[in-house]
């Protein structure tokens, strides 16, 4: 419990600042410029073939161990990516949905209020709460915060069109994630269809 205390303190201190952009990154940014506000000797770093970059900013959260931005060759930067370490969590899910929920009230403060999302697919099997890890291994269980601009009650900088914030799991470990989409971001991946 007292990581996640500490964890919390940090979001709230990272969401509180002036905004300069999640992670102090903005629209538009070249790969160069990402460069220049990474954590020193994790430069941005292409991800096969395509426009992602894994790359570690100065302006990092602890809880998050994998960012990747998402660079357009003349637009720039229109969206990021941050996953989070494991985090152990039991079958009920409770560590997990509790720092979704620290996470959410945290972010709530600087982007208003997101649209939540808890539901479990209608024909999945085991709906009990002590299977609740086990339906998000399964991928039968969504757990998720939207902010979308534009919708009542939130309020994102002109510079974002939307947050999605997510848990998920792997084998062992639950996982939040958080997708920050630019106001270019639409209009981007609308021409690489």
């Known amino acids: 419990m007292k990581k996640i205390t500490v964890v919390f303190l940090m979001i709230v201190f990272s969401f509180s600042v002036a905004f300069a952009g999640p992670f102090g990154l903005s629209k538009g940014m070249s790969v160069e410029q990402i460069s220049k506000l990474s954590e020193k000797g994790f430069e941005p770093e292409r991800v096969s073939d395509d426009d992602r970059y894994f790359f570690i ?5 602890d809880l998050f161990k994998a960012y990747v931005a998402y660079v ?5 930067l229109y969206r990021i990516n941050a996953i989070s370490e494991g985090i152990n969590t039991s079958a009920y899910g409770i560590e997990l949905i509790n720092l979704f929920n620290l996470m959410v009230k945290s972010l709530s403060k600087t982007y208003g209020t997101p649209e939540i999302t808890d539901t479990v697919k209608e024909d999945y099997e085991f709906k009990e709460g002590r299977y609740w890890f086990r339906s998000l291994q399964d991928e039968a269980r969504e757990l998720s915060a939207t902010w979308k601009r534009g919708e009542k009650g939130t309020t994102l900088p002109k510079e974002l069109d939307s947050i999605s914030m997510y848990v998920s799991a792997n084998f062992l470990y ?4 958080i997708d920050y989409y630019f106001s270019n971001s639409a209009e981007i991946q609308g021409n690489q269809k």
Do not use: A, H, M, V
């Open 57 to 61: 900013p100065k302006n990092k959260i």
């Open 174 to 177: 639950g996982l939040i994630n």
């Open 72 to 76: 357009d060759e003349k637009k720039g």
